[in-house]
């Protein structure tokens, strides 16, 4: 299946795997912060990524399974002393399901809607960039369905595996 650039700079595909290249070209420790609630279907597609990427990664990767409160997890985030802090999470983007967009920290406030964050992302990156000086960044997926229930759509399977094996791909080892 061929991915295209959609709508408002999302990407999928080449795009976003040349935009995470870039991104961490220069990573030496990276957090990935896998973010979701395993009761609204889709939201979920952070945290399923981060567990796909268990046992596979480096000793200079950190994965966080944060589900719905990421702010617990500040502590060991900071003491791991990351280059980079890559948050992965469903966000309402308008787009098409399993569109994927990568948004600095700094656009997070106009750009994300929040789902299922008692804390909003920004005031949590915000404060990670003050204690870790890490760049950091939101990788979004529109969901398709964020209804109470269980387990992702087909659509959501289908991104989960694509960026769990770009991500493999692309770390640093």
Known sequence: MRRKSGENGSLRGSGIEKILRKWFADAKKVVLAGIGNSFRKDDFVGVKIVKNLEKKVSQNILLVQCETVPESFIEPI????????????????????????????????????????????????????????AEIALLAIQPKETDFGEGLTPEMKKTAEYLTNLLLKILPS
């Not at 787009?95 to 949590?124: D, E, W, Y």
């Open 78 to 133: 900071i003491e791991f002393e990351p280059t980079h802090i890559l948050l992965i999470d469903a966000s309402l983007l308008g787009l098409q399901p399993g569109s994927i967009k990568l948004i600095p920290a700094n656009k997070m406030s106009s750009q994300v809607p929040v789902l299922t964050h008692a804390l909003p992302l920004r005031l949590f990156c915000e404060y990670l960039t003050e204690t870790t000086h």
